[in-house]
């Protein structure tokens, strides 16, 4: 185990092995399986790759013996930030074979949020791509490296550079698959990164045992089959589309799972044309552009059969407009980092389809909506969604303060959404307690954003809030109090990049005010604040 961290309690852990809820089985081994029954099937497309389930299994032994000549040893955490490509797939693999605990970062994260991950997992590798989308991350993992003073391993995928392991060295090991250690089925996988209520991320453990169950009930309930051909429109390390089912859900069915470089239109459509994709996932945000652009079309979209959304919340008049623009079925998902996934299902009435977020994946999962006591309510009230069960986390890594008030003391997660269930058990969501902006697929803290601004000497006060945006879901309002002369916004948003964080989280709006509102306890009194951006939006 990481470091004595247990992230599940003993006794409920039986509980879920004596039932035969969990399979005591690792990723690694669902891989080496999935190799053995569909051999020459191809696993992964992507441009003109095609590699079978042969070649991926094989290729993740190879670079489990390379990283463990270069030092890699159970228990260790590695940093990994990889855009969609298939060495993304085989690394996460290789990894786990050797029981190497991956933190999952994002391609648009910096030195902030990198140093941030690296210091609270402890890792001691980091793993880049020479450059995407116009950024050197040689470049950023130097700088993490030096300000973080304990990574003793950089890697690289692409070309051999000073200072790092490159990804083509560690393939050339030669592999030896009797000597990986055999990973404990209970023990953490990986760590996802939660959306963000506080400053920024958290760690959530995912372990074999949860996760595998979690995409296996995932696949089930989409009726994946090895006819299925799922193609990955989010970027990979997002939980939704890494197991929910996503490619882990595929690879557990037989199935063909095709990476996208972006969820563009441009660029997945022909995929789906080309390699008859039957399902998909995504975020409303790019959902609204494929609506856009299946207006115009001229790539045949017939072999998409099922097609997922969630993430964040849509109407009524969104959801209706995709299966006519698609022809494929809509599965609206609620779900999250921390576990709980709940899906529409291709039985339920038509009006539930487009105004629910469906039921658990999981007979096991338990939901609750409760009010500010935590007492439960009854079906028709709305409250905070509390949940625990078999693929939801009991405690976030090395965040003991944040656990006790994340948590009841029953072990269930408090979700920080609000919502309400129907007498027939669907889960609506109505809003969000937690301060968490959504703009387009990413999560902002509001806190995070306001502690950016705040750096900046002309900031006298800062209070963030989300404002509805018909493209983005979301977008960042910054309401402020100048200190001296108004600061403009084009320079408040260099001044928050030049702190070296993500873009997305750049401010797009900035009032002035000459106080931030309060509420009678003394907070900022952000409802009043949303109040006064959406009279200015009507007005
Ligand atoms: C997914 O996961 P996260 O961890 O990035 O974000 C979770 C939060 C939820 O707590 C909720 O606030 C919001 O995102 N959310 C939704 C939603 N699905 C998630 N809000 C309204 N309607 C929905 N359908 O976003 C995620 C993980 C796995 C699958 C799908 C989404």
């Not at 999250?336 to 529409?344: D, I, K, P, V």
Request: proline residues 6%; contains cysteine.
């Amino acid at each position: 185990m990481l470091d004595g961290f247990t992230p599940w309690p003993e006794d409920i852990a039986h509980r879920y092995r004596d039932r035969g809820i969990w399979r005591g089985e690792t990723l690694g081994t669902m891989l080496r399986k999935a190799a053995r029954w569909y051999g020459d099937s191809t696993a992964l497309i992507h441009g003109e790759r095609h590699i079978s389930y042969a070649e991926l299994d094989g290729w993740a032994d190879r670079l489990a013996a390379g990283f463990a000549a270069h030092g890699l040893r159970a228990g260790d955490r590695v940093v990994v930030q990889l855009p969609n490509v298939p060495e993304f797939v085989a690394i996460a693999f290789g990894l786990m074979r050797l029981g190497v605990k991956l933190v999952f970062s994002l391609p648009a994260h910096r030195a902030t949020e990198i140093t941030h991950l690296v210091e609270l997992s402890g890792a001691v590798g980091y793993l880049v791509p020479e450059t995407h989308r116009g950024h050197d991350y040689r470049e950023l993992a130097r700088q993490v490296a030096a300000g973080t003073g304990r990574l003793s391993s950089l890697f690289v995928l692409g070309a051999k550079t000073e200072g790092f392991v490159s990804v083509a060295e560690l393939e050339a090991a030669v592999p030896d698959p009797q000597r990986l250690p055999e990973p404990d089925p209970a023990d953490v996988a990986f760590f996802l990164l939660s959306g963000g209520t506080t400053a920024l991320p958290k760690l959530i453990p995912r372990t074999h045992d949860d996760y595998l169950y979690m995409s296996d009930r995932a696949a089930q309930v989409c009726e994946l089959t090895d006819d299925d051909a799922y193609l990955a429109v989010l970027p990979i390390e997002f939980n939704f589309a890494f197991g929910c089912p996503g490619l882990i859900g595929t690879f557990l069915t037989g199935g063909t799972a095709i990476l996208a470089d972006t969820p563009n239109p441009m660029d997945c459509f022909p995929l789906i044309e080309r390699h008859r994709a039957t399902v998909t996932a995504m975020v409303p945000s790019i959902m609204a552009l494929w609506l856009e652009a299946a207006e115009w079309a001229e790539e045949d979209l017939s072999s998409l059969r099922l097609v997922q959304v969630g993430g964040a919340r849509m109407t009524r008049e969104f959801t209706s407009r995709i299966q006519p623009a698609l022809g494929a079925r809509l599965q609206q998902v609620f779900g999250m980092a921390e576990g709980l996934l709940t899906f529409s299902r291709p039985d339920d009435p038509a009006e539930s389809v487009l105004t629910t977020q469906g039921k658990p994946v999981s007979d096991a999962d338990e939901l609750l909506i409760v009010d500010e006591d935590g007492s439960p309510l009854p079906p028709g009230r709305i409250g905070e969604l509390i949940t625990r069960g078999p693929y939801t986390l009991r405690g976030y890594y090395r965040a003991p303060e944040h656990n006790r008030r994340a948590f009841t003391e029953d072990g269930f997660y408090r979700t920080g959404d609000l919502a309400l269930l129907t007498e027939d058990g669907d889960l609506v969501i109505e809003g969000r307690i937690k301060e968490t902006i959504i703009r387009g697929g990413d999560k902002i803290a509001a806190g995070e954003v306001e502690d950016l601004l705040l750096a900046h000497p002309g900031v006298a006060a800062a209070a963030v809030i989300g404002v509805p945006d018909e493209f983005l879901g979301e977008r960042i309002c910054a309401y402020l109090v100048a200190a001296g002369p108004e600061v403009s916004l084009a320079e408040l948003k260099q001044a928050v990049h030049a702190q070296g964080v993500a873009d997305y989280k750049l401010p797009d709006l900035v009032r002035y005010v000459t106080e931030l509102p309060l509420t009678p306890l003394g907070k900022v009194d952000k409802k009043a604040l949303a109040a006064h951006a959406a009279s200015e939006q009507e007005g």
